[in-house]
C-alpha cells in the first residue's frame, strides 16, 4: 500500500462513524429547527426564545456553570497536585477518588436525593442533634437556595473526577527536571506551581476545561432528580419540548441554542488558554 495512502486509511474508520452517528443526525436536527411544513423559517427559534421560562432556563443553566466548574478546576488542580506528589498509595486514592465517574448522571441525583430528602441522612443527622423537632422537606420551592446547593454539591462530587483524570495526566508528563531546578534556585511549592505546573499544564486545562463547560450546559439528570421542575435548565426544556409537547421542531432548536452556547465558551476558553509563541517558563 501507498504510505501516503495509509494514514488515510487508518483514519477511514473514524471518519465513517463520525459521519454516520454524528453529522447525519445533525443535519437532521438542523433540518428540524429550520425548517417546518412551509419551508424554511425562524419560527421554532422565535418560539422558544418568547417562551418565559426561556430567561429563567437560560440564567439557571450559567449560573450553574459558573458555580461549579470554577470550583471543580480547583479541587481537581488540587487533587491532582496531592496525587503525583504521593510516594506511596498513589493508585488507590486516585481509584477511590474517580468512583463517581461510574456513576450515571441519574443515579448521582438519587444518591444526594437520599441525602436531602425528607426522610433523608441530612434530615436524621440534624433531628438526631437536636436541631430539629421533626423532618422538614428542604427541596421545595420555599427553599431554592438549598435546591440549587444540592444541585450544585451532586454536581461536584459527580464530575470533578473528569477533570481530575486529564490533569493528573498532564501534571505527569511535565519533566521532573524542571521541579528539580526550581528547587535548586529556591523556588516555593507555591512558585513552582505558578510558574512551573500551571503554564505546561494549560493543554490539559484546555480539554478539561471545554469538555466540563460542554457537560455542564447538558446537565439534566441530577436537576430531574433532585430539582425537578423547581429548577428548570435548558436540557430540561428539550426534553420538555420532544416528549411532553411533542414538538420536535422547537426541541431541535433547543438543541442547537445550548451547541451555540458551548461553541461560544469552548472558544473563550481556548482564546484564554492559548499557549503564546515563544513563551518559556
Known amino acids: 500500500m501507498n504510505a501516503r495512502l495509509l494514514p488515510y486509511v487508518l483514519i477511514l474508520p473514524v471518519t465513517l462513524f463520525l459521519c454516520l452517528f454524528f453529522l447525519y443526525p445533525f443535519v437532521l436536527v438542523a433540518k428540524q429547527a429550520f425548517s417546518t411544513g412551509s419551508g424554511f423559517t425562524l419560527d421554532n427559534f422565535s418560539e422558544v426564545t418568547s417562551y418565559w421560562k426561556f430567561p429563567i432556563t437560560m440564567r439557571n443553566t450559567l449560573l450553574l456553570a459558573a458555580a461549579v466548574v470554577p470550583i471543580q478546576l480547583a479541587l481537581a488542580l488540587l487533587m491532582a497536585t496531592m496525587v503525583n506528589r504521593m510516594q506511596r498509595g498513589r493508585d488507590l486514592v486516585l481509584y477511590v477518588w474517580t468512583i463517581p465517574l461510574g456513576i450515571s448522571d441519574l443515579a448521582a441525583g438519587i444518591i444526594w436525593l437520599a441525602i436531602f430528602d425528607q426522610s433523608g441522612f441530612l434530615n436524621s443527622m440534624m433531628s438526631g442533634l437536636g436541631l430539629i423537632e421533626k423532618p422538614v422537606n428542604l427541596l421545595t420551592f420555599q427553599n431554592p437556595g438549598i435546591v440549587f446547593l444540592a444541585i450544585m454539591l451532586a454536581e461536584i462530587w459527580r464530575a470533578t473526577a473528569i477533570m481530575l483524570v486529564i490533569l493528573v495526566a498532564g501534571i505527569g508528563l511535565i519533566p521532573k527536571e524542571y521541579y528539580e531546578a526550581a528547587e535548586v534556585f529556591g523556588a516555593s511549592k507555591w512558585k513552582q506551581f505558578l510558574r512551573i505546573t500551571l503554564p505546561l499544564l494549560r493543554p490539559s486545562l484546555q480539554t ?23 429548577f428548570p435548565v435548558l436540557m430540561g426544556e428539550t426534553y420538555a419540548y420532544q416528549f411532553d409537547l411533542l414538538n420536535s421542531g422547537a426541541a431541535a432548536a433547543m438543541a442547537l441554542i445550548i451547541l451555540a452556547i458551548s461553541i461560544g465558551f469552548t472558544l473563550i476558553i481556548l482564546r484564554i488558554l492559548r499557549v503564546p509563541k515563544g513563551a518559556t517558563i
Open 208 to 230: 478539561a476545561l471545554v469538555l466540563r463547560v460542554i457537560l455542564a450546559f447538558e446537565i439534566f439528570a441530577v436537576v430531574a432528580a433532585l430539582g425537578g421542575t423547581l
